[in-house]
């Protein structure tokens, strides 16, 4: 591992927090959205580099996030863009 | 079907409620009030002589051969320019008129060369059809007198000749210059006699003048005056194939007209819905890349990308990429595999690719190319309007009355439905441009926008802010649509963010570098001018908050009531000719088609059970992310359809280094692409000519790709795929692509309704077509949205993380030029390269005055990324501290300097931002010569020309 796709992975969700910081809940709403765009091994290599290098310049609430998301703890859809049962969406 | 020219009425269709009938040669007809005579001869089947009229200009009553008698009224009045009235009874064959219209004729004829048999119209030419229908047998003023056939030929356009002295001055070409393409190139110089048509002033010709070369004019001439080069060089056409342009987003239907398997001309299809009968220099003429010879047309394979390219039979091609991928499988895992669906394929292709990638590597590592273009369009009306496409037609536009346009060149980018565009606002409609350049359609003829917000690269959402803030405070909103509409709460709750000062156009002046009184006359303007519509592009989408701007466009359409029907919308101009359908298949790796999550056990259980495999429920990787797994080691096949990446995708040394870290590459292209220099298989990939499917226009069109010629490659691509899939041992058996249409419609509820012989009997269809709307869908949230309430989403301004500062002071954004098209694959192996032989450096003089930078010189342009080097070009047009280019020539590789940034939604690339530093150069970069270099050895073929000599 080059350190550059994890250092990456937490510039992502931190990107991701900062833009859904007006969301009723944002540490929900970045849980949902990762887990409804990342693969699995994204989420893993994200959890091992926060375990590994600690939990310096990540952004509280993507924190927070992905922390609920190690527990295996996945928020309900917070938008219809990422509801899996909101497929009514282009049926017309 | 056989060789015939398109109908012609001879004057625009006219829409009325009110009916009239009249008597034609005493014939009984009913037509629209406010028709002319001379259509309505023509739709009840009637002919009246005519040649400066025809039905997709305004009448013009100038050639006199048009002429009828009516009952009460005087003379012999001109059919082309007489309205029809109640009881009206009109004579379109007399004596009178015969000889009328022999004199007239003979005076045309006798300024005419008498070469019908070598000219190139010959038995297709309107004049030798009007000289036989008027009974013409002589001319009695003889062909001695001043005359105009020693006139100099205008070849200087590479596609079509005007010829003078076939000219007949029938004002057809000026007038289809100035109505249907706007660019008012063309005039009539001169008076009497010496009348002549000219482009531009009396020192240009065609191709300096102002002239698009978007054919109208070719299209519209009624004699050899104006012709293809083609024509003149292969031959009248003998059959004619309706079929969907492969260039921009637009989808223009064009007649290919074939002389056997050759390809003599592509006319616009005058039925055609989305481009009504027009089309643009790329459409028209660049189509000789489809038959150029870097064409590759044999399987090649390698063991490793040092090597030369190994030409091999398609079984052992075939058969050495699936071994690959099954041995990357068995060491790796499956999720070391992937795939990526091009966008400029057909819609069953797209499906294909998918399917194999879900259904035969077992991953959902599949995306497309809409990720570095159009997918935060897809999250952004999603999330707020509840579908992944934009509201209406292009029809639609005739009933706009303010258009705004953001971080979108229409007349550039979409030609065709920029020049529709501007027929509606030299009818009156309002404009307002918001865009970091001073793009052609802020002023051009006839045109000037009212409001042109020349803002700071990477601020689209700073200033869409202001200007809600300005609609919220003034009280401007549409407050009946959004109580009824959207939901409410939401509502209040963004109107109270918004409406805070930090949100206000003075407070966001030095961030945004728009002054305030401009966003606030804007803002005003939009909201309270008639129907609004909004129009973007990759402006919009290719930056760090590219999502967050398309909610915030949909916001401000919320807001103010425009959404739901004709005239209004929010309508993203998509930039490849099938991205809209690319992201309906299914290729993105967190949805099958459409846009169903992959975690939605429902969906799964629906593909699981047409295909017979097990539908991974966990989204896959994007093609940044493929990129960034595969330096990691951890992704290392990728079979890649039709597209480009290392060209296309930002920051071109991660893209080559994550590509040259796989094990195996499969490229099925028309070329051996940039990305092919890392390519290990590589299948030849047929054209759009060579192929049966659909596009999906911007629109949400489903329009017919017929196949014209047989694929010179010997395979479609649907093929070739299915032929990839066998040998990996699915047993697929599509023996058509309608079939695979049948399944889409199976699997994907908004195309539940699509079928070949719809779309053969109706021309096209918009999706949704189901049973709740069997006719298909226009205009969408007409009722209501489609994700029940419309919904307001905060979008707060974050700047994005590329910055200036001193040693990259200045702000590059990207963009596109009329004549090339995204990375030139195409165009560039076409004439239109005369027009745009190199990405140019737009750059203020401000800047370069500052550098000792003229136009002309070589610069250096340097981002953190990378560097390059091309020629500037100083210009206004950009404002102090922004520089512009394109990107459509290899030798630039104008995305070595462009960023990792991406969108924070989809990751979608920020290309429109990059810092850079432009200081004068003598030459290419460092890495411009090591990549030709490399190229040279990547390209090379064992035992051909290409391999060079030990």
Partial sequence: MSGQTEAKLVYMANQIARNLKHEPHPVAAVADHIRAFWSPAMLRQVFAHLAMQGEDGIDPVARAALAELAAGHAPPPQTKATDPAHHGADAG | ?950
């Fill in chain 2, 1 to 950: 079907m056989g060789y015939e020219r398109q109908a012609d009425f001879g004057t625009p269709e006219v829409r009325s409620d009110t009916q009239v009938t009249l008597e034609i040669d005493g014939r009984a007809v009913t037509v629209p009030a406010g028709t002319t005579v001379m259509r309505a001869a023509a739709v009840s089947g009637g002919s009246i002589p005519k040649l400066c009229a025809t039905d997709n200009l305004k009448q013009f009553g100038s050639c006199r051969l048009c002429l009828v008698e009516i009952d009460g009224m005087r003379g012999t009045p001109a059919s082309c320019t007489t309205p029809v009235t109640e009881g009206m009874k009109v004579h379109t064959q007399t004596e009178k008129l015969a000889k009328l219209r022999r004199g007239v004729m003979e005076l045309y004829i006798s300024d005419h060369p008498l070469d019908c048999l070598t000219c190139s119209a010959n038995n297709d030419c309107e004049l030798q059809d009007q000289a036989a229908a008027v009974g013409l047998r002589d001319v009695r003023f003889g062909y001695e007198g001043a005359n105009h056939l020693e006139a100099q030929t205008d070849a200087s356009n590479p596609y079509f000749d005007f010829d003078a002295t076939k000219c007949i001055v029938c004002s057809r070409c000026v007038r289809a210059c100035d109505e249907v393409q706007g660019t008012l190139a063309l005039t009539v110089e001169g008076r009497g006699f010496g009348s002549q048509i000219s482009a531009g002033v009396k020192s240009d010709d065609f191709l300096s003048s102002e002239c698009v070369s978007c054919g109208a004019c070719v299209q519209a001439c009624p004699t050899s005056a104006l012709m293809e080069k083609a024509v003149t060089e292969i031959g009248k056409p003998e059959r004619a194939v309706v079929t969907t342009c492969a260039y921009c987003g637009v989808g223009c239907t064009f007649r290919a007209e074939m002389r056997g398997e050759q390809v003599v001309r592509m006319v616009p299809w005058k039925d055609g819905k989305a481009n009504r009968g027009h089309s643009c220099v790329k459409g028209r003429f660049a189509w000789g890349y489809a038959q150029h010879q870097d064409r590759v047309l044999k399987p090649m394979v390698r063991e490793s990308i040092d090597q030369p390219w190994r030409e091999t039979s398609w079984e052992e091609a075939l058969g050495f990429a699936a071994s690959r991928f099954k041995a990357i499988a068995a060491q790796h895992g499956n999720n070391a595999l992937g795939g990526i669906v091009s966008s400029r394929c057909t819609n069953e292709e797209g499906f294909l690719v998918q399917k194999l990638v879900r259904a035969g590597f077992g991953t959902n590592n599949v995306d497309t190319c809409a990720r570095v273009c159009h997918s935060p369009t897809g999250y952004g009306l999603k999330t707020t309007f509840g579908t992944s496409a934009g509201t209406q037609d292009f029809d639609s536009v005739e009933d706009s009355d303010v258009i705004l346009v953001i971080g979108a060149n229409p007349t550039d980018g979409h030609p065709v439905f920029g020049s529709r565009m501007k027929r509606r606002l030299r009818q009156g409609a309002k404009l307002i441009v918001i865009d970091p350049r001073r793009t052609d359609l802020v002023r051009s003829p006839h045109i000037q926008a009212d409001y042109h917000l020349p803002l700071r690269p990477g601020t689209n959402v700073a200033v869409l802010s202001a200007l809600a803030h300005v609609i919220v405070t003034e009280g401007l909103i549409d407050e009946a649509f959004v109580r009824e509409r959207c939901d409410w709460d939401e509502f209040q709750h963004w109107a109270e963010f918004v409406g805070q000062e930090r949100n206000s156009p003075e407070f966001l002046e030095p961030v945004t570098g728009v002054p305030a009184d401009l966003i606030r006359g804007a803002a005003r303007l939009f909201a309270t001018g008639g129907n609004g519509a909004i129009y973007y592009g990759l402006g919009v989408t290719e930056h760090s908050q590219g999502s967050s701007t398309v909610m915030a466009i949909a916001n401000l359409a919320m807001a103010t009531g425009n959404v739901g029907r004709r005239g209004v919308g929010v309508n993203p101009l998509r930039g490849q000719n099938n991205v809209q359908g690319a992201c309906d298949m299914g290729s993105f790796p967190h949805e099958l088609s459409g846009y169903r999550h992959v975690s939605d056990a429902a969906t799964r259980a629906l593909f699981e059970a047409e295909w017979g495999v097990r539908i991974d429920p966990e989204p896959g990787l994007r093609i940044p992310n493929m990129l960034d797994a595969a330096t990691d080691g951890l992704f290392k096949g990728l079979y890649i359809q039709g597209e480009d990446i290392l060209q296309s995708d930002p920051d071109t040394k991660h893209v080559a280094a994550g590509l040259a870290a796989m094990d195996c590459v499969i490229v099925h292209d028309l070329f051996l692409n940039e990305t092919a220099n890392y390519a290990h298989v590589f299948l030849p990939g047929s054209s759009f000519l060579e192929k049966d499917g659909t596009f999906t226009n911007a629109e949400r069109r489903i329009q017919p790709v017929r196949k014209v010629m047989e694929p010179l490659n010997g395979y479609q691509d649907w093929e070739v795929t299915q032929e990839l899939a066998r040998a990996l041992g699915l047993d697929w058996n599509y023996t058509h692509p309608s079939q695979i249409m049948d399944e889409i419609a199976r699997l994907t509820p908004s195309f539940a309704g699509v079928n070949y012989a719809r779309l053969d009997a109706e021309g096209s269809l918009q999706w949704p077509v189901n049973d709740a709307a069997p006719d298909g869908s226009p205009i969408m949230h007409i009722e209501g949205f489609v994700r029940g309430k419309g919904k307001f989403v905060v979008t707060d301004y974050v700047p994005t993380d590329e910055r200036t500062g001193p040693r990259f002071p200045l702000l590059l954004t990207t963009g596109r030029i009329l004549s090339q098209y995204n990375v030139g694959a195409q165009t560039r192996r076409t004439e239109n390269s005369v027009w745009h032989p190199e990405d140019l450096l737009e750059i203020h003089p401000t800047d370069a005055e500052n550098r000792g930078i003229k136009s002309g010189d070589w610069v250096r342009l340097a981002s953190r990324s990378g560097e390059t080097t091309l020629r500037a070009t100083v210009t206004d047009r950009v404002a102090p501290g922004v520089v512009y280019t394109t990107f459509h020539h290899p030798a630039t590789q104008a995305n070595v300097v462009t960023t990792d940034y991406s969108d924070w939604a989809t990751n979608c690339p920020e290309y429109k931002v990059t810092a850079v530093q432009i200081t004068p150069s003598n030459g290419p970069s460092e890495w411009q010569q090591d990549y030709a270099e490399q190229t040279r050895q990547a390209r090379r073929i064992a035992g051909s020309a290409m391999e060079p000599a030990e």
